[in-house]
């Protein structure tokens, strides 16, 4: 059995269709990578999972159990296996607590009032590489590195099967990025842990993930192996993501297919296949809707694939 | 013959603080030539925003300029009088902000923000309105005329970011300076932007100082690169000799950690473990050594010269030090 398993969810706000139908699953210990450019609804998609966004339509299932529109009651005590992992490292820590009060805040949520809160700070503390003085201090004391650690702290704090980790990286300095990526990839590998995690930055995904999805509009246009997508990516708006990687190599010859125009209002989506008017390989066919086609673990929503 | 239009020399700026004087930029020493594109790279508190609000002279109520000289075309703007800098900036030097959601006024058209930076131009407002439309079509906004009538909600970000650089090079700059432009953006757009800027720098041959930590974006779009650590210098040069053969330990290693650069998944990634030294109480000696793996004895007590090893590659590092005076 899977451990998520996302069908055809559907989010609108009022007459804009943010997700139009996303459905992928995440096997335990499996990190899973969504990909696409801004407004393509990544963040709508695992907020949605976490029960913080609506989904008016499709399902949701963890280990099993149906969760999308969920109740809170039936949410908190799941929030015990499923932890969330926030964008804003510094904006998602309350300024008025000390990090101790952050990273056992979940244990006293859940009602764990056995549990020695002082020992599990340093536990936790220690598990992310902060030094242990630092559970007396406060979120503004802290570099942005730092609050991302507190941050990885706080959700592994109660030991769950799966993060949503919206963009753990952005604003980071490449050489602590690494650092959060190898302790993400290590405890992963102590602890189980699965993993649904969005970026932008194509570079990280190829560490970090086992499969990926690429996204556009609110739509999955490709998944696949990690491997197989940077290798043999087959849908053009993938290809063009991956051309778009700057390299650092100033003689790097870069095969740059560039995308046309801006993604196009959720109010009006283009018909046929939405990626059409911007896409460098459009053929006629394209007026026509793709539908979602799998081939082995590799899936494409494109009319006029690339070989 | 390369004319000199921006020289930074021996640049020292401190920040007065409860805790005494923070050095924030020590001896910073590099010049931007005419029509050149300069990159700055460095990890947060490296010094790049100082540095950027220090040359436009938009600095906090605690700066101290303690040494050296910001020349622009040979006028030390450091003696400069309000007055003059207030004519110099958005004229002769502009600035694009990391930020293109925060950048434009949220209550005004970017046709009327686009008259109100030509309040120095004595041309009348069709004129000026028409210059406007024309500087939104050459950074590829499509039907500017419509567009002038918009609000800034009404643009994504990237067209916002475009729109700025286009206000930026109204005034046609002698020196577009850039701080952290495509940051805030992701990769498919950086990548217009940069194309943007590398059309737009042949069409008004202005010089752009370049701020970014994307290694990526600066290997692309710079001819020369200023490779900052803790508020100094420690490696400058051409593009190619900084990312094909870096001379300092600090520049090797922070490409060794761009993950771009990896090409083959990696289970660990390289990092650079320690962290930066407290500008308020600097250590004696080089200030990267406690990172460095390759540091030596004489790194603990001298701090090494910014050596030229050849042509225009500069390197502060004892371990170049007996190539450069031999």
Redesign the interface.
């Known amino acids: 059995m899977s451990l998520l398993n996302v069908v055809d969810l559907n989010t609108s706000y009022g007459p804009i269709n943010v997700l139009a139908g996303v459905s992928f699953t995440v096997e335990p210990g499996e990190t899973y990578a969504l990909v696409g450019e801004s407004g393509s609804g990544k963040t709508t998609v695992i907020r949605a999972i976490a029960g913080l966004a609506p989904a008016q339509d499709g399902s949701v299932t963890f280990e099993g159990q149906e969760i999308r529109g969920a109740p809170e009651s039936v949410m908190r005590p799941l929030r015990k296996d499923m932890a969330m992992m926030f964008q804003d490292p510094v904006g998602s820590l309350s300024p008025r607590l000390t990090i101790r009060s952050l990273i056992t805040e979940p244990y006293r949520i859940q009602g764990m009032k056995d549990r020695d809160l002082d020992a599990e700070a340093k536990r936790l503390l220690a598990m992310v590489n902060l030094p242990t003085h630092f559970a007396d201090r406060y979120p503004y004391q802290l570099s942005g590195g730092q609050a991302r650690r507190v941050g990885v702290a706080r959700a592994l704090a109660l030991e769950p099967k799966l993060i949503l980790a919206d963009e753990p990286t952005a604003g980071l300095d490449v050489s602590v990025q690494g650092e959060l990526l190898n302790l993400l990839n290590d405890l992963r590998e102590r602890l189980g842990l699965a993993m649904v995690i969005i970026t932008h930055n194509l570079s990280v995904v190829r560490h970090v993930a086992d499969r990926m999805g690429i996204m556009y509009l609110g739509r999955l246009v490709e998944e696949g192996t990690t491997e197989t997508i940077f290798n043999n990516p087959r849908h053009p708006y993938t290809r063009c993501l991956l051309s778009a990687n700057p390299e650092p190599d100033p003689d790097a010859r870069l095969e740059r297919i560039a995308l046309k125009g801006e993604p196009p209002s959720l109010l009006k989506r283009p018909s046929g296949c939405e990626f059409r008017e911007r896409c460098p390989f459009a053929k006629d066919i394209c007026t026509q809707t793709p539908q979602w086609e799998m081939n082995g673990d590799h899936g494409l929503r494109c009319l006029a694939p690339l070989s | 013959m390369t004319e000199k239009l921006l020289e930074i020399d021996h640049l020292c700026v401190d920040y007065e603080t409860g805790r005494g004087d923070l050095k924030a930029l020590r001896d910073i020493t590099f010049n931007v030539n005419k029509g050149e594109i300069v990159g700055i790279v460095g990890?947060?508190g490296c010094g790049k925003s100082t540095l950027i609000s220090s040359i436009l002279r938009l600095t906090a109520p605690n700066t101290r300029f303690r040494e050296g000289e910001i020349r622009f075309k040979e006028q030390d703007l450091l003696q400069a009088s309000e007055r003059q800098m207030r004519d110099l900036r958005g004229s002769d030097i502009s600035i694009v902000f990391q930020d293109p959601m925060q950048t434009h006024n949220p209550v005004l058209t970017i046709g009327q923000q686009m008259l109100d930076i030509q309040h120095r131009s004595k041309q009348s407002k069709a004129d000026k309105l028409s210059h406007a439309a024309k500087m939104l079509g050459a950074v590829g906004i499509?039907d500017p005329d419509a567009r002038l009538k918009q609000y800034p909600h009404e643009f994504?970000?990237?067209?916002r970011q475009r729109i700025a650089i286009a206000m930026a090079l109204m005034s046609e700059p002698d020196l577009l300076i850039a701080d952290e432009p495509t940051t805030a953006?992701?990769?498919?757009?950086?990548?217009?932007i940069?194309?943007r800027l590398q059309e737009l720098q042949r069409e008004f041959h202005c010089a752009i100082l370049f701020i970014s930590?994307?290694?990526?974006?600066?290997?692309?779009l710079c001819d020369r690169v200023v490779v900052m650590y803790a508020g100094a210098v420690v490696e400058s040069g051409e593009?190619?000799e900084i990312?094909?053969n870096p001379k300092h330990p600090y520049t090797r290693?922070?490409?060794e950690?761009?993950?771009?650069?990896?090409?083959e998944?990696?289970?660990?990634?390289?990092?650079?473990?320690g962290e930066v030294p407290d500008l308020a109480n600097l250590p004696g000696g080089c200030i990267f050594r406690d990172r460095c793996d390759q540091a030596m004895a004489r790194c603990a007590t001298e701090v090494p010269p910014l050596d030229q090893l050849k042509e225009g590659h500069h390197a502060a590092c004892w371990l170049n030090h007996a190539e450069a005076t031999s």
């Open positions: 990890e947060s499509p994504s970000g990237g067209m953006l992701d990769a498919t757009l950086e990548v217009q940069i194309e930590h994307h290694l990526g974006v600066i290997a692309e593009v190619r990312f094909h290693r922070l490409i950690c761009d993950p771009g650069h990896i090409k998944r990696a289970r660990i990634l390289p990092t650079i473990p």
